[in-house]
């Protein structure tokens, strides 16, 4: 013999109650998961701008210090010293467009290079050691005694021995020779 359940009677309003309690319970779910969803984007969204908020704090703190013995600037500058290079007493051209490219240098030159000019356009804070003599070989991608190991330094016609070193100001007049 088959096992057989006996088949309970339902009402037509019991069937009704009991569908409507499937469908609340099924909409209830999807609340329940939806809500979680959200939940979790929440969460998501909350570590990532936690993370973003760390990331700024910690990119602040590491700066350096700077002293306010080491700042020109903050408010940026827009200085041209004029160098002249001399080797063994024939006057190198530096060429221009030195530090122009897909990164604008601070410390570069234009046209003007033939002239002897130096570019120093800085916005913002500006330090002394920005500004250097070294700062301008570095953008042109040589050392300053690449040209030759016996070098002298004038700024405005004075003798000076800081070579990278050297602080340029505006207008400055140096001049390097080497023999």
């Known amino acids: 013999m088959e096992n057989s359940q006996p088949n309970e009677y339902v009402s037509s309003k019991e069937r009704r109650e009991r569908k409507q309690q499937a469908k609340l319970e099924a909409k209830n779910s999807v609340l329940q998961k939806r809500r979680a969803a959200k939940v ?3 969460i998501g969204w909350s570590l990532v701008g936690a993370a973003i908020i760390g990331s700024l704090v910690w990119f602040v ?18 200085w041209h010293p004029e160098l002249e290079i001399y080797v063994k007493g024939a006057k190198v051209e530096f060429p221009a ?7 604008h240098q601070p410390v570069h030159t234009h046209e003007d290079a033939v002239e002897g000019v130096v570019h120093l356009e800085f916005e913002g804070l500006v330090r002394k ?8 070989f570095k953008s042109w991608g040589k050392d300053i005694r690449s040209l030759g190991a016996n ?25 390097l020779r080497y023999e």
């Not at 703190?61 to 827009?78: A, F, V, Y």
């Not at 467009?97 to 990164?103: D, K, M, R, S, T």
């Not at 050691?129 to 301008?136: A, E, H, I, K, N």
Request: glycine share 8%; net charge negative; no cysteine.
């Open 40 to 42: 979790i984007r929440w």
């Open 61 to 78: 703190l590491s700066q350096p210090k700077t002293s306010d013995s080491e700042i020109i600037s903050r408010t940026g500058i827009h």
């Open 97 to 103: 467009n030195i530090g122009i490219g897909v990164a």
């Open 129 to 136: 050691s920005d500004t250097t003599l070294g700062q301008f």
């Open 151 to 175: 070098v002298t330094m004038t700024v405005n016609g004075q003798e000076n021995i800081d070579l990278e070193n050297y602080q340029m100001q505006d207008k400055d007049e140096i001049v």
